[in-house]
């Protein structure tokens, strides 16, 4: 008989003390067997995470306490009444993490390389030259390119995807026999996330590493997990094979979850609207450059070119989706429209106007017309203002109207949004993750926008909050008129919400055209490539290893100056562009 490697026991998790004591995880069991992936799932606030840093024996510096329960490492120690060297012998050495953030789980301070090495000497107890080559060979394993030159360099100098790579690098370097994946690729692009799982379900069939993956993303535990545990409010629901649970699950919360993931091809695309229709947005031959300065002089020698030659058209009341990897543009689109950078050429206009001809008083007046909605709803509300104040803050600014008229406005707009009076003297840390992204939306839509900007507006949220606040921006569009520029990565949102998409790589459009053509028959390689990476809440399609897409792959930084040949895109359908 197999015993298993983990096995949680009756586990109960509080946090806080006398009336504000909190329960987080409410006597769960599961066990996780030598060489298997357990996937972990439920919303924000379900006791996923609370449960994993219990096992890795790290629940009190997180200010939680262990009420009861036991968890059972390799058969021989509890983690729960384990002593804290104990506890740091088996952290890193035997159970390994790899975090959902890794720009803020690697220390800023120190080379990814000193980083990586770090467990080898403090557990192993090699020498630095030999703990330097088996760090290089791990980073080789886990595709990092040019090993040696990324040893020496810093977190900042990484992009997301490599910055990850080099947390499974150093969660692995020791070979432990768990390994704990705590939304490891979350925030990720889906070409980046498909070699992030990929790796994972390799290094796990070639070491034999037993992992358990907490995510929300139902598409993703299909691809790489043998068994499901549900979560929800600190219970464990359900738990199964993981094609027991996709074909038939048992309880209303998991089929909800499985409900509310939105599944390329499962929703008809938005139909497009006449040609006819006035157009809100137009981008003709846009290009953005940020110079790279070096030596004493602080001399710009070469410029990171950022968007190359861009154009496209968003007719009024509609949605353009611009998708592609990160670093690709889409970003420093959405801040050009927005006047908070500056294109080196071509032309951006809003309601047929030039956006670089206006005056200053012009602009001003013209930020009333477009409302941005960011990625990250904690970051981009500030901590130290109430809800009122925040949403209240553009009508201020602009002199929308008196104290009281914009009290009501206030008051409408997050009654809009689904959120109450009882919220408006809240701060952000009090509401939830999907409540705040509503507090962006309201005030977005403070000053009457005829443009919204939403920069990967949902990436963040939990399936079912996704839904809620995709429906949230839908009721909105028909009830307000407005027109989006939707920012995602994520290929079956874009094709809910959007009627065109704008497919982007290396600052370049590749792509251009309605949705459902796009979508169901992409013309061009690097389109192709995004729709095949996207993982499908199916057990029953395997995981098959990424296909990297390296056509015309160059360095975006380019000699200062240089000027870039004219966009040639080809139709290859009404209205289907392919740049060629």
């Known amino acids: 008989m197999i015993n298993p490697v983990l096995s949680v026991q009756e586990l109960r998790v509080a946090f806080g003390a006398g009336d504000t004591r909190a329960v987080a995880v409410k006597s769960i069991s599961f066990d996780l067997m030598p060489g298997e992936t357990l996937g972990i799932v439920g919303e924000s606030g379900s006791g996923k995470s609370v449960s ?16 009861d329960g036991k968890i059972i490492y390799d058969g021989r120690i509890d983690m729960v009444t384990a002593t804290e060297s104990e506890a740091r012998e088996i952290r890193g050495n035997e159970i390994a993490m790899i975090f959902q953030e890794p720009m803020t789980s690697l220390n800023p301070v120190f080379t990814i390389g000193e980083q990586i090495i770090e467990p080898l000497i403090t557990h192993l107890g090699l020498s630095k030259n030999e703990a330097k080559t088996r760090a290089l060979a791990a980073m080789n394993e886990v595709r990092i390119p040019e090993p040696k030159r990324r040893y020496d360099q810093y977190p900042h100098e990484l992009s997301g995807g490599m910055r990850q790579r080099a947390m499974i690098a150093m969660a692995l370097v020791c070979e432990p026999k768990i390994l704990i994946a705590d939304e490891p690729t979350t925030a990720l692009d889906v070409t980046i ?56 699950p048992s309880h209303p919360y998991t089929r909800k979850l499985l409900s509310a993931v939105p599944v390329l091809g499962a929703t008809p695309a938005k139909a497009k609207v006449a040609d006819s229709a006035s157009i809100v947005l137009a981008l003709e031959d846009v290009s953005v450059r940020y110079p790279v300065k070096t030596g004493l002089l602080r001399r710009a020698t070469s410029e990171v070119l ?63 017309k477009t409302g941005i909605v960011f990625q990250d709803p904690f970051a981009a509300l500030s901590p130290r203002r109430r809800a009122f104040d925040q949403i209240a803050e553009p009508m201020v600014i602009h002199n929308w109207g008196s104290p009281q008229k914009i009290r009501e406005r206030v008051r409408w707009l997050l009654n809009r949004v689904g959120l109450g009076d009882e919220h408006l003297d809240r701060f952000p840390h009090e509401f939830s993750g999907g409540q705040r992204q509503r507090l962006c939306i309201a005030r977005a839509l403070a000053l009457e926008p005829e443009l919204l900007i939403a920069d990967e507006p949902v990436s963040a949220l939990d399936v079912s909050v996704q839904a809620q606040v995709l429906e949230l921006f839908s009721e909105l569009q028909l009830e307000l008129g407005l ?19 704008a497919v982007m790589f290396m600052g370049r459009l590749v792509e251009y055209g309605p949705s459902k053509k796009v979508l169901s028959d992409p013309g061009h390689e690097y389109t192709k490539n995004l729709l095949a990476s996207i993982p499908v809440p199916d057990p029953t399609k395997t995981l098959s290893k990424p296909k990297l ?15 870039t040949g004219p966009v040639q895109m080809k139709e290859i359908g009404a209205g289907h562009y392919i740049y060629s």
């Open 193 to 248: 996330q498909a070699q992030i799982l990929w790796l994972i379900k390799k290094l796990k069939s070639d070491h034999g590493t037993a992992v358990l993956f907490i995510t929300h993303d139902l598409g993703v535990v299909a691809q790489i997990a043998e068994r499901v545990a549900v979560m929800q409010m600190g219970n464990l629901v359900e738990i199964g094979a993981v094609d027991q649970i996709y074909r038939a």
């Open 52 to 67: 994993a840093l219990s096992t890795m024996a790290l629940i009190r510096q997180a200010g939680g306490d262990i009420e």
């Open 483 to 501: 027109t989006y520029l939707f920012i995602s990565h994520d290929l079956a949102i874009v094709e809910q919400v959007s009627e065109a998409v």
């Open 306 to 368: 950022a968007v190359d030659r861009v154009s496209f058209e968003v007719p009024k009341c509609t949605t353009l989706g611009l998708v592609g990897e990160s670093g690709c543009g889409k970003s420093t689109i959405s801040r050009a429209v927005m006047g908070l950078a500056y294109p080196s050429s071509g032309k951006i206009s809003l309601d047929g106007a030039d956006l670089a001809t206006l005056s200053a008083q012009e602009r001003f007046a013209f930020h009333r």
């Open 549 to 563: 897409f390296a056509e015309g792959r160059k360095s975006p930084i380019i000699p200062y100056g240089t000027m």
